[in-house]
Nanobody, 118 residues
Framework: QVQFVESGGGLVQPGGSLRLSCGVS????????MGWYRQAPGKERELVAS???????DYADFVKGRFTISRDKAKKEVYLQMNSLKPEDTAVYYC????????????WGQGTQVSVSS
């Protein structure tokens, strides 16, 4: 049974930074593409960033230039460095595998809350 454990969220002022971490257990992480996702209250979950097994990255337009996704295969961890945070980045952030059918994934971890407010 794969498990995702997200951490690193918190309350930060606009313009601030946070680094999220995701630990993955139960599967060989290195062969999978991974993604960070977020869900704001009353909104659908959306893809924020993805990273392939070869560390090729891609970002949603609304975070390009501000967020950086990375991975440590040895530690089976995935990270999301978030800079220049905006109030609209407020959401629960999740990590999961990444694929074209990610919207159909049934299992998600608890996520980590990110709140951006002055």
């Amino acid at each position: 049974q794969v498990q995702f454990v997200e951490s690193g969220g918190g309350l930060v002022q606009p313009g601030g930074s946070l680094r999220l971490s995701c630990g993955v257990s139960g599967r060989a992480l290195s062969i999978y593409a991974m993604g960070w996702y977020r869900q704001a209250p009353g909104k659908e979950r959306e893809l924020v960033a993805s990273i392939t097994s070869r560390s090729i990255t891609d970002y949603a337009d609304f975070v390009k230039g501000r967020f950086t996704i990375s991975r440590d295969k040895a530690k089976k961890e995935v990270y999301l460095q978030m800079n220049s945070l905006k109030p609209e980045d407020t959401a629960v952030y999740y990590c999961n595998f990444y694929g074209s059918n990610w919207r159909k994934y049934e299992y998600w971890g608890q996520g980590t809350q990110v709140s951006v407010s002055s």
